[in-house]
């Protein structure tokens, strides 16, 4: 199964993150590591942000509600509270993917379960009347 590109970026938001993360005395690695993130992950957000120069040989990776999540965690903030201080609203479809998202990490054994139960997901969208 292949990876759903992502349409909805939160790269609008790594900047300001980063400068938060740096104003509580990390360095790009123990951010990266405080959000459970790889450490290289820093230099292919910087990319796909815009804030590092573009390199051919290198990956460049969007900020997806997921990652999001995951830096503002390492900083100790939650979404709105980034939403908030940074003064960058979230649009109605960025705030639908944090929604999801939330939902998914917060329902992970279920998720599993649909997953690897192809019988309970069907009955889950006959039910849901989704196909």
């Known amino acids: 199964m292949s990876a759903k590109k992502i349409e909805i970026n939160f790269n609008e938001y790594f900047p300001w993150l980063w400068n938060e993360a740096k104003r509580q005395g990390f360095n790009k690695g123990e951010w990266m590591t405080k959000s459970g ?3 290289q992950r820093w ?4 990319r796909g942000c815009g804030i590092s120069e ?5 990956k460049s990776r969007d900020v997806s509600a997921y ?8 900083v100790s903030l939650a979404s709105s ?3 908030k201080k940074s003064g960058i609203r979230f649009s109605d479809e960025q705030r639908e993917q ?4 939330a939902w998914v990490r917060a329902n992970e ?3 599993k379960v649909l997953m690897k139960d192809g019988e ?3 009955i889950c969208k006959d039910v849901c009347r989704i196909k």
């Open 120 to 122: 309970r997901l069907k």
């Open 81 to 83: 509270q980034v939403e």
């Open 37 to 39: 993130l790889d450490p």
């Open 54 to 58: 573009p390199d051919d040989n290198l």
């Open 98 to 101: 944090l929604q999801i998202q």
């Open 43 to 46: 230099a292919e957000f910087a």
């Open 67 to 74: 990652y999001f999540i995951s830096l503002a965690g390492g």
């Open 109 to 111: 054994d279920l998720v």
